[in-house]
């Protein structure tokens, strides 16, 4: 076999391909520490580590010769990590360290972000006209850069190519100049202080080490086969690196998903993807999805075909006699009320689960997650034991009420910090930490308490207290009480302060775990305080392994970083516990489903009217589109650009939801959004258009 490249839908077996041709690789000898094998993201590494583990067991006891050594399965980014810190000696003075010696610091999402804020809070003020929250503001800098850096070109490029495609006010131009200089000051910050964020690291790999000749003979000898999944969900540096790598190998395997290119706002460039199959020997088209029924393709097609008027060529046309409206495991849902559509969605859920479905074949897919939609599927599904489980990426740490809890019981364990906690916030966390207090017994405990000391929690031991909120509170409470006070009593003055991700992993473990604590048993609470000490580890490590540790109080700065949603704690899927054998209902925002690359037998499509479906997020300060490789430089973004590009995304992205679906799916819409605005978005009427139905089910 030479160099071949698949092309298909999702579900049409190109990763079974890939993996089977691994297997085969390791079963002939080759050498495994010659392969490579490339995913977009690490979840998608197990697959390959499973055939991995099924070839060696299978060749145990064998008296052939077996090679020795492991393939690389690995992303672009721990393929980019893995190589600069292995020729950093090299290229670390061409590529302008202050410090070539120094060995580099890598940077999470979490502490750039703050060293970022440290650059941008003096200039505040320069941002003002965008109102932007200060968060949003950071993640735009930072996603520039990360654009610069996945295609190739120098931040200082930025403002120009932001600027020739503005045609709105002039103001504007002023705040890509200003973006530009703070993005390379943090450049120089880093470079300084030998930090990689992963702007830095990318830029590095791809401008520096793929362009020096002992790197390219070290690729050249060390990787003579190579496997690829879904390309098109890389930036261009890695076709430019898997492009350089198939010059001199033996082999190749490489895949498409179509429609793809979801991760759009990550950097993926599936007309880049696409040079890659003019160094191949072979395309192939794989047409069949073994995922999705005929109805459900030809219901996707009809979507797609929609909203890309021009003429489509897709690559699995569903047989002609496939109904699209057979799709539908009902008629679109439809009331007046957001509360009525939340409704009509627990009761069909509540059907299929009593039908013999289990809770985990079913996804609940909106635009975007709000926490009532999850407070509500979780209160109203609880009666029939059935589990809700979100996936929000984005959403910061701070937003969750565990993590508020934990914040509030820090602070209060250190006093010397002087920093305020309100009475309600001891409330909320009481109510969080104790099994069955409710909030309005917790305001009482936390009144009493604030009585007592404004700045730590004190022993509270006033029977009548207690005979009114309930005796078997007490305990708990003493337990909580003593432990922060514990805390504050062992630490020596002008000693530094213990690491949080340890202090918290010790009171989760010795109290907030153990029976009459809100968290015991709780799985869910659980893995979000795991989040968190994992981000205050990270938090950490950053500052002790680089010299900016001198004079920092570490936890104390973390703490009021994260209270003000600056680590934004941006955890990709592929960071959470593996979600998809847990038997809850899956609840996360269509696109975050899509690169994710889940699939379930039934799906349930919210907010149908919501123009959130056809809209994108509003980013003044970067573009996926201008900040790419393929953009015209010079040319203006038009509306009708605008208009084009977000038909075409949504075409492909309610296409691409479709070979995700192995059953049936469900829409529902209302009239009035969950903020009571009338909306009217276009994938209704698509959806309407398609299906050729007029009728509607009657909600209440």
């Given at each position: 076999m030479s160099k071949v490249y698949l092309v298909g839908p999702a579900g049409a077996g190109k990763t079974t391909r890939l993996a089977a041709r691994l297997g085969q690789l390791i079963g002939s000898n080759v050498r495994p520490d010659r392969i490579l094998v490339l995913v977009p993201q690490q979840a998608q590494a197990k697959i390959f580590r499973t055939e991995l583990a099924q070839v060696k067991e299978s060749r145990k006891?064998?008296?052939?010769?077996?090679?020795?050594?492991?393939?690389?399965?690995?992303?672009?980014?721990?393929?980019?990590?893995?190589?600069?810190?292995?020729?950093?000696?090299?290229?670390?003075?061409?590529?302008g360290f202050a410090d070539p010696q120094r060995e580099p610091v890598l940077l999470n999402v979490e502490a750039s972000q703050y060293f970022l804020d440290q650059i941008v809070t003096p200039r505040i003020a320069d941002f003002e006209d965008l109102k932007l929250f200060r968060p949003r503001l950071l993640g735009q800098i930072l996603d520039s850069m990360n654009k610069a850096a996945e295609c190739g070109f120098p931040l200082d490029e930025i403002a120009a190519r932001l600027t020739a495609a503005w045609s709105g006010e002039a103001q504007r131009v002023v705040s890509y100049r200003r973006v530009q200089e703070v993005a390379v000051a943090f450049r120089e910050f880093c470079l300084r202080?030998?930090?990689?964020?992963?702007?830095?690291?990318?830029?590095?790999?791809?401008?520096?080490?793929?362009?020096?000749?002992?790197y390219r003979d070290y690729i050249i000898a060390h990787y003579r086969h190579i496997l690829a999944d879904n390309v098109e969900e890389n930036p261009p540096v890695m076709h430019d690196f898997v492009a350089e790598v198939m010059k001199t190998c033996d082999t190749a395997m490489l895949a498409e998903d179509d429609p793809g290119g979801y991760?759009?706002?990550?950097?993926?460039?599936?007309?880049?993807?696409?040079?890659?199959?003019?160094?191949?020997?072979?395309?192939?088209?794989?047409?069949?999805?073994?995922?999705?029924?005929?109805?459900?393709?030809?219901?996707?097609n009809g979507l797609r075909r929609h909203f890309t008027p021009a003429p489509l060529?897709?690559?699995?046309?569903?047989?002609?006699?496939?109904?699209?409206?057979?799709?539908?495991?009902?008629?679109?849902?439809?009331?007046?009320?957001?509360?009525?559509?939340?409704?009509?969605?627990?009761?069909?859920?509540?059907?299929?689960?009593?039908?013999?479905?289990?809770?985990?074949?079913?996804?609940?897919?909106?635009?975007?997650?709000?926490?009532?939609?999850?407070?509500?599927?979780?209160?109203?599904?609880?009666?029939a034991g059935i589990r809700v489980r979100?996936?929000?990426?984005?959403?910061?740490?701070?937003?969750?009420?565990?993590?508020?809890?934990?914040?509030?019981?820090t602070r209060l364990a250190h006093p010397e910090w002087a920093q305020f906690v309100a009475g309600s916030d001891l409330a909320r966390a009481l109510a969080v930490s104790i099994a069955g207090l409710d909030l309005t017994r917790a305001q009482l405990i936390a009144d009493a308490a604030m009585r007592?000391?404004?700045?730590?929690?004190?022993?509270?031991?006033?029977?009548?207290?207690?005979?009114?909120?309930?005796?078997?509170?007490?305990?708990?409470?003493?337990?909580?009480?003593?432990?922060?006070?514990?805390?504050?009593?062992?630490?020596?003055?002008?000693a530094p302060t213990a690491p949080l991700d340890m202090y918290w992993q010790q009171l989760y473990t010795d109290v907030l775990s153990r029976q009459g604590f809100g968290l015991h048993e709780d799985l869910d609470g659980g893995l979000v305080i795991d989040k968190l000490i994992k981000s205050a580890r990270g938090f950490r490590e950053v500052f002790e392994r680089s010299e900016l540790a001198d004079g920092v109080d570490i936890p104390?700065?973390?703490?009021?970083?994260?209270?003000?949603?600056?680590?934004?704690?941006?955890?990709?899927p592929e960071r959470e516990p593996d979600i998809a054998n847990d038997d809850a209902v899956l609840v996360m925002p269509a696109h975050t489903y899509l690169i994710s690359n889940f699939t379930s037998r039934y799906q349930f499509w919210l907010d149908i009217n919501s123009l959130g479906w056809y809209e994108r997020v509003y980013q003044p300060l970067t573009h996926p589109y201008v900040l790419s490789r393929r953009w015209m430089t010079g040319r203006a973004w038009t509306e009708e650009d605008d208009h084009r590009s977000q038909q075409e995304m949504l075409g492909k992205l309610l296409s691409g939801l479709t070979y995700h679906c192995s059953g049936k799916i469900f829409v529902a819409s209302s009239e009035f959004s969950i903020s009571g605005q009338e909306e009217d978005g276009p994938l209704a009427r698509a959806i309407q258009r398609v299906i050729g139905a007029t009728r509607r089910a009657n909600l209440t």
């Open positions: 006891g064998r008296e052939a010769r077996v090679a020795r050594g492991e393939p690389t399965i690995t992303t672009l980014y721990g393929l980019a990590q893995q190589h600069v810190s292995l020729f950093y000696p090299l290229i670390a003075e061409r590529v202080h030998s930090l990689l964020d992963f702007s830095l690291l990318v830029d590095t790999f791809a401008r520096h080490l793929l362009q020096t000749q002992s991760r759009l706002f990550l950097g993926a460039d599936v007309d880049s993807a696409r040079t890659l199959r003019v160094v191949c020997d072979e395309v192939v088209t794989l047409e069949t999805s073994y995922i999705a029924p005929p109805e459900v393709i030809a219901f996707g060529q897709l690559l699995s046309p569903a047989p002609s006699e496939a109904d699209p409206r057979n799709a539908l495991g009902d008629a679109p849902g439809s009331a007046k009320y957001w509360t009525g559509m939340v409704n009509w969605v627990v009761n069909h859920i509540n059907e299929l689960v009593g039908q013999g479905a289990h809770a985990r074949e079913i996804a609940v897919l909106a635009p975007y997650v709000e926490d009532v939609l999850r407070f509500e599927l979780m209160e109203r599904l609880r009666p979100t996936v929000r990426p984005s959403r910061p740490l701070y937003d969750h009420p565990i993590v508020r809890m934990l914040v509030t019981f007592a000391s404004l700045r730590r929690l004190m022993p509270l031991d006033d029977a009548a207290l207690w005979q009114r909120v309930g005796m078997r509170f007490y305990e708990p409470y003493n337990m909580i009480q003593k432990r922060l006070t514990s805390n504050e009593e062992s630490a020596s003055p002008g104390r700065e973390y703490i009021k970083t994260l209270g003000e949603d600056i680590l934004a704690a941006q955890y990709a």
